[in-house]
T-cell receptor
């Protein structure tokens, strides 16, 4: 199974906030990432957080990191139809900063 | 700045045939990665190059998969012979190296029949 775990699906109404959760296992992870994948496209980096931070905000995106519980979340404010996609949580592992991905959360925005 | 280029976008082959994928990373990026993304799963690292040397190929099924990056720029990933379970999207990514951000190409979707 995946070392990084995410819920598989999230449905949200347009204009509401979305919260996507992730748990990871490697306490030595230095960076944690959120990537977005639209149908037929590669992965687009949305944001990342360094492990010594507990929050990062970037426009409509807020990342919260609870290092004690190894829990990462991504909040999208004012969710739009263009936010419908699969969102992947990833942690960097080891000195080579290899990425380990979760299975992805499919976010569906309904009108 | 041009992104990571991959070709072809789609490939359909029969089992036991061979296939090759090509990747051109972002100019100046020393590190190149190949990932396999099976439907419904996250990407899994197959191989990582630093310039033209292999950093990690521990997850590459070496009996059938091979990859090279001869001049430290473009890379090819080959499968010979293909199996049904190789059906997936093969993603290439590049970075300046180390903790720097990985940028992904659009991927090659392989269907093995």
């Amino acid at each position: 199974g995946e070392d990084v775990e995410q819920s598989l699906f999230l449905s949200v109404r347009e204009g509401d906030s979305s919260v996507i959760n992730c748990t990871y296992t490697d306490s030595s992870s230095t960076y944690l990432y959120w990537y977005k994948q639209e149908p037929g496209a590669g992965l687009q980096l949305l944001t990342y957080i360094f492990s010594n931070m507990d929050m990062k905000q970037d426009q409509r995106l807020t990342v919260l990191l609870n290092k004690k519980d190894k829990h990462l979340s991504l909040r999208i404010a004012d969710t739009q139809t263009g936010d419908s996609a699969i969102y992947f949580c990833a942690e960097s592992i080891g000195n080579d900063y290899k990425l380990s991905f979760g299975a992805g959360t499919t976010v569906t925005v309904r009108a | 700045e041009a992104g990571v280029a991959q070709s072809p976008r789609y490939k359909i082959i029969e089992k036991r045939q061979s296939v090759a994928f090509w990747c051109n990373p972002i100019s100046g990026h020393a590190t190149l990665y190949w990932y396999q993304q099976i439907l419904g799963q996250g990407p899994k690292l197959l191989i990582q190059f630093q310039n033209n040397g292999v950093v990690d190929d521990s997850q590459l099924p070496k009996d059938r998969f091979s990859a090279e990056r001869l001049k430290g720029v473009d890379s090819t990933l080959k499968i010979q012979p293909a199996k049904l379970e190789d059906s997936a999207v093969y993603l290439c990514a590049s970075s300046l190296g180390g903790k720097n951000i990985q940028y992904f190409g659009a991927g090659t979707r392989l269907s093995v029949l």
